[in-house]
């Protein structure tokens, strides 16, 4: 069975959440892999509307186990208000979820620094979505982190929050002006959130193991995209996290090469919230135009996401970066009143034409090299197979196809978990 790795291949928000949950149908183990709850991902189902920002999306299939892995940063209070949401829609995570013990928390504090320092930055953010995530990922790289399996330890955890408020306090009250940090505080914050989640934290590695000895089928559920990788991305303007799937692998606690599968997950065309370049960005009525068409409204800070053509570098970038084999292509409908449609095939930079990402700086001033397609005019929402779309539609797939070098195994064609085109083996 495959082990199928679900990345984001531009700038977030490509339609992840949705491609897991339909996928998840079939699957036994879905793990969340990365980031936290910068995180927002929309499902539409049965059930509801929801938009998840830590609970994996395999979490609407009873049979599916979900998996908060390693590499995320987990703010509890956030965690139990979505698994609150979603037994309140009649699933059950009692049994199925769990959370792994080297998760690291994200304290009150951690999201202070956030907003403070874009504040800092005053009129020049780097537009996070402030909710404490490179703070946290930057004590854990510190090696001063709590991670989830430190409620256990109450010893160690009381000298550890001891150490971490007298540093975090000198830097708050020092630098920020702000109030100290009380480490009795924190202390009682961790009971709280211990007799809450105790019954999900657990060491995940053995589930993982067996569920890869036993060739289950198992989903490895990325945050972001490439675009924002903390190696890979547009520096600084990236988040703290791998987004590709190396990422995954060491996430998830996965070896590399029994990842079989890596699903480069993108929109028809290119969104991004927060700064830094975005060379096929419309700051005009078109950008508009697909903004309201695709209601692109973040998930999880409701910010307007910038508009613009499908950017073919930076995507053919992402697949040669993460490795995709194959390709999804979401909101494909979102362009059926289009009389052209545009796609960014190279960058020019001067006198140079590039066909890769370059450094951010000169990101910044790349144009892109734009080929026009006809539009199609008619409705595809109810496609469901590939010969059920017009041709102009399948011209652009193609296009994308041979820009990008990577075959389109999925098509989304509404935000429904049925609003898909499986074009592969293997897939449905
Ligand atoms: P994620 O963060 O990658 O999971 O993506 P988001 O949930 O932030 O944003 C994707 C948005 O597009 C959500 O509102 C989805 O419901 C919606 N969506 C996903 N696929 C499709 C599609 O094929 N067509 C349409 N119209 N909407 C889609
Ligand atoms: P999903 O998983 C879109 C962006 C922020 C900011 C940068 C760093 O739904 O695709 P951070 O809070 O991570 O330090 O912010 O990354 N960002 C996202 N953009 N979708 C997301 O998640 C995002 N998570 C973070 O806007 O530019
Ligand atoms: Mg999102």
């Given at each position: 069975m495959p082990v199928t790795a679900i990345v984001g291949a531009?700038?977030?928000?490509?339609g992840k959440g949705k491609v897991v949950d339909t996928l998840a149908?079939?699957?036994d183990v879905v793990v969340r892999y990365n980031g936290g709850n910068n995180a927002g991902h929309t499902i539409q189902n049965q059930h509801g509307t929801f938009r998840l920002h830590l609970l994996p999306s395999g979490i609407f299939h009873p049979a599916a186990q979900c998996v908060i892995g390693p590499g995320v940063v987990v703010n509890p209070d956030v965690l139990l208000g979505e698994i609150a949401e979603v037994e309140r829609a009649g699933i059950s995570t009692q049994g199925r979820l769990w959370l792994s013990d080297r998760a690291h928390l994200i304290f009150p504090h951690h999201i202070l620094t956030d907003e403070l320092e874009e504040a800092a930055r005053?009129?020049?953010?780097?537009?996070?979505?402030?909710?404490?995530i490179w703070p946290s990922y930057s004590d854990k790289v510190a090696r001063i982190g709590i991670r989830l399996g430190d409620f256990a330890e109450e010893a160690h955890l009381a000298e550890q929050l001891r150490f971490i408020a007298e540093r975090k306090s000198a830097l708050f009250e020092g630098v920020y002006h702000h109030e100290a940090i009380d480490a009795g505080n924190l202390l009682a914050a961790c009971a709280r959130w211990s007799e809450r989640l105790r019954p999900y934290i657990i060491d995940t590695h053995p589930l993982v193991q067996e569920a890869l000895r036993a060739d289950r089928m198992v989903l490895l559920e990325g945050q972001l995209g490439v675009m924002r990788d903390l190696d890979w991305g547009l520096y600084p303007y990236v988040t703290s996290s791998t987004t590709l799937p190396g990422g995954a692998s060491s996430g998830a606690g996965i070896p590399p090469y029994k990842i079989t599968r890596i699903l480069g997950v993108a929109k028809a065309y290119t969104t991004a919230v927060g700064s830094g370049p975005m060379?096929?960005?419309?700051?005009?009525a078109t950008g508009d135009r697909i903004r309201e068409l695709g209601q692109e409204f973040g998930a999880t800070t409701r910010r307007s996401r910038r508009c613009g053509w499908f950017d073919g570098v930076a995507a053919r970038f992402a697949a040669e970066v993460a490795g995709f084999t194959h390709l999804a292509v979401m909101k494909l409908d979102i362009f059926d009143t289009f009389d052209t449609i545009r796609i960014g095939a190279a960058y020019r930079l001067g006198e140079r034409t590039l066909h890769t990402v370059p450094h951010t700086a000169a990101m910044a001033r790349v144009e892109p090299v734009y080929e026009d397609l006809p539009g199609w005019r008619c409705a595809t929402s109810g496609a469901r197979r590939l010969t059920d779309l017009p041709v102009a539609a399948r011209m652009f797939l193609r296009r994308i196809e041979e820009i990008v070098s990577v075959p389109i195994a999925m098509i989304g064609v509404?935000?429904?978990?049925?609003?898909v085109i499986f074009c592969q083996e293997g897939w449905a």
């Open positions: 531009q700038w977030g928000d490509e149908n079939h699957a005053g009129g020049k953010p780097h537009g996070t979505t402030k909710q404490g060379p096929t960005e419309l700051v005009d509404g935000p429904e978990r049925s609003d």
